[in-house]
């Protein structure tokens, strides 16, 4: 894997403007308690959501007020720890959980930590588990990728390396496919090696990764805003980042999911390569986000340490589950950072405090 220095690209700038989430979360069930319930519930974890914490406690104490809270948010790599030690009730991870961390509760407990999905990753908010898109350069004329096409890019190995082994024709068809992305022990690499790669953590050699930098004040430069400048100064680039870093010389490619292809009667295996039938290809909106048929959307997670076999703490089920609620994702949606969940997820992530 070649490193790119984010030194060479110092003209990027560190501001990175937020883009819209979806507010809407009229179609969720509103909490209803189960039961009433008292007591301290200890809370750890992400610091970057103390508002939306206290809006979600304050919001559930209108409906349990005999319940109160310890909150202590100390940032997400440290989060884990609060339910590993035994000092938190929930730890709050601002994205998915790392399998160090939940292979250290693991090794405490003996059993892995129960993790509920309590938010969609943001569809463009700085330090806020945006979503993943695929770019190319404006000029190049693919319609869009399919996942199974996305791994062979990016993978080890790749068995697409020109870009007329993607359908595309012309002087380009012979032209190697350049790789560009986050450098990969990073959450964002980590994610598209999860979501793309399935969890292999072998990349495609030639991929070119960026870290991230900082201006004349010490504030952070996302990589994506490198990344993204390589690839406009590359035809044959392709790459993958977030929107809010974007200029006007490349373009986020519609993404296919394989599984939804294949259900629709797409069995026609050149057709499949070649990413013919682009009709299917999902673009990254804030209402794909919402509704998960883009694929790379990404997860905030809480954790609770439930030993298999047993009920989850009454109160925390309790709060957990007016998380999930409408009431809940109405907090995630005034606080503008992340994107709430949709029904079907919430319905999901229930059933797993039940």
Do not use: C
């Not at 209108?62 to 929930?90: C, H, K, R, S, Y």
């Not at 960026?210 to 994506?224: P, R």
């Amino acid at each position: 894997m070649k490193t790119a220095l984010a030194s060479l690209f110092l003209a990027a700038t560190s501001a990175a403007a937020q883009l819209p989430q979806h507010h809407d979360v009229s179609s969720l069930t509103p909490y209803t308690s189960h039961q009433k319930v008292s007591g301290v519930i200890r809370v750890y974890g992400n610091n970057y959501i103390p508002t939306l914490m206290k809006q979600w406690e304050e919001g559930f104490q209108n409906f349990q007020p005999n319940v109160t809270f310890t909150t202590n948010l100390p940032g997400t790599e440290a989060a884990m720890a609060g339910i590993t030690t035994g000092i938190a009730d929930i730890s709050f991870i601002g994205r998915e959980g790392y399998r160090s961390e939940i292979n250290g509760f693991k090794g405490r407990w003996g059993y892995l930590p129960l993790g509920i999905e309590i938010s969609s990753g943001s569809f463009g908010t700085p330090h806020k588990t945006f979503s993943l898109e695929v770019f190319v350069n404006k000029d190049n004329p693919l319609p869009g990728l399919t996942m199974e096409q996305a791994q062979e890019v990016f993978g080890n190995n790749p068995t697409i390396k020109t870009w007329g082994d993607l359908g595309v024709t012309g002087p380009m068809a012979t032209h190697t496919i350049h790789v560009y992305g986050y450098q990969f022990d990073t959450g964002m690499a980590g994610y598209f090696n999860r979501v793309v790669l399935h969890d292999k953590g072998t990349w495609n050699p030639s991929l070119k990764d960026f870290d991230n930098g900082h201006d004349a004040k010490g504030e952070v430069i996302n990589a994506g805003n490198y990344i993204l400048k390589a690839l406009a100064d590359d035809p044959d680039g392709i790459a993958f980042a977030n929107l809010q870093y974007t200029n006007d010389k490349i373009r986020a490619l519609g993404l296919a999911d394989d599984h939804d292809r294949h259900h629709h009667g797409h069995a026609d295996r050149a057709h499949h390569d070649r990413g013919d039938e682009h009709e299917h290809f999902v673009e990254a909106t804030p209402e794909t986000i919402w509704d998960r048929t883009y694929p790379i959307h990404r997860f905030t997670t809480l954790y609770i340490n439930r030993k298999p076999g047993t009920a989850v703490d009454p109160k925390v089920r309790e709060f957990v589950a007016y998380i999930l609620s409408r009431e809940g994702m109405q907090a995630v949606a005034d606080d503008g950072a992340y994107t709430p969940i949709n029904e079907s997820v919430a319905v999901a992530q229930r059933k797993k405090i039940e």
